[in-house]
């Protein structure tokens, strides 16, 4: 066994072992749990949403915070949610058939509603960075996109280069046939390799995590974090599944505050993107974007 594998073997019984003192059930933080409402507009009256009003219930915010959520969502009506909520958000376009005027578009919107970055495929680099200059908004691109399987010096190259051209954040799906295979070492090659070559830009490690078991999101987070990765992140969008609350608290519980959480795959509603945030996630990946800040829907986005 190398010193990867006894590494890991020991912070997956560690992070267990915790899990199983703290269940992620009883993170939850429930109106029922915390007395009644205490603002003075509403004497008397209990939250019945979410619970956890940042207004109306701010030890429902502090008990969130103590368990490791870095930012907090609220209901529709309470503060400027949708502003809030741009600024957790990566504008994604990542279908192989995108034009370059759905690029475009892609960028003026998120001018128009401040998200934290755009994220698109490597080959649009250039041109987001040309449209989004002066605009705070990031430019982030997906490598190893979107099965993970290529070779660490694949994944570096592509990083290094998408770095040359702008982008500030790179998104790497993990090595998902490595990590199943409990070939760790090759998994930690890959991650650090990526992340040394994207340097100053941030890596977030896309762990796919509906082809996953708990044991492997465990080991997946772990050797993330041990291999300096920025952020941690649930989907492709392209996968079997999407961002689940369950796993966005999971992978909170295991990088604590040190790294960020993104949530990505499936999340389509302001709705979705508050239990998201109240869950854990720092970061929210979505195509429909624009739907969950003004809280409008067509019904036609599939989410990314």
């Not at 066994?1 to 009883?26: C, F, G, H, W, Y």
């Not at 609220?74 to 809030?84: C, I, K, L, S, T």
């Not at 041990?226 to 369950?246: C, I, N």
Request: charged share 25%; with cysteine; glycine share 10%.
């Amino acid at each position: 066994m190398s010193d990867v594998d006894r590494l890991v073997e020991l912070i997956t019984q560690r992070v267990k072992d915790r899990l199983n003192q703290t269940p992620a059930a009883k993170l939850n933080v429930l109106p029922r749990d915390r007395g009644e409402c205490n603002d003075d507009t509403a004497p008397g009256e209990d939250c019945a949403e979410c619970g956890s009003c940042v207004v109306r219930r701010p030890w429902s915010v502090r008990a969130m915070e103590e368990v490791g959520a870095m930012r907090v969502g609220a209901m529709p009506g309470v503060g400027e949610v949708p502003a809030d909520l741009a600024k957790l958000i990566d504008h994604t376009l990542l279908k192989a058939e995108a034009t370059r005027e759905e690029v475009v578009k892609l960028c003026e919107e998120a001018r128009k509603y401040k998200f934290a970055s755009v994220c698109v495929n490597t080959t649009w680099v250039p041109l987001c960075k040309a449209m989004l200059a002066g605009s705070g908004v990031m430019v982030c691109t997906v490598v190893g996109f979107p099965l993970g399987a290529m070779s660490p010096t694949a994944k570096a190259y592509e990083a290094r280069e998408a770095v040359r051209q702008g982008a500030k954040e790179i998104d790497m799906v993990i090595n998902i046939g490595a990590l199943k295979s409990k070939d760790y070492e090759t998994v930690f090659e890959d991650i650090c390799r990526v992340v040394k070559s994207s340097a100053p830009a941030g890596v977030k490690v896309i762990l796919e995590t509906s082809a996953l078991n708990t044991e492997e999101k465990i080991i997946g987070c772990t050797l993330s974090k041990l291999a300096g990765a920025a952020f941690v992140k649930t989907s492709t969008g392209f996968g079997k599944g999407g961002a689940t609350v369950e796993d966005i608290q999971l992978m909170r519980s295991i990088v604590g505050g040190e790294l960020g959480v993104k949530a990505s795959g499936g999340v389509r509603t302001v709705e979705d993107a508050i239990k998201m945030a109240q869950a854990g996630a720092n970061r929210i990946g979505a195509s429909a974007s624009v739907a969950i800040v003004t809280g409008k829907t067509d019904g036609k986005s599939k989410g990314y």
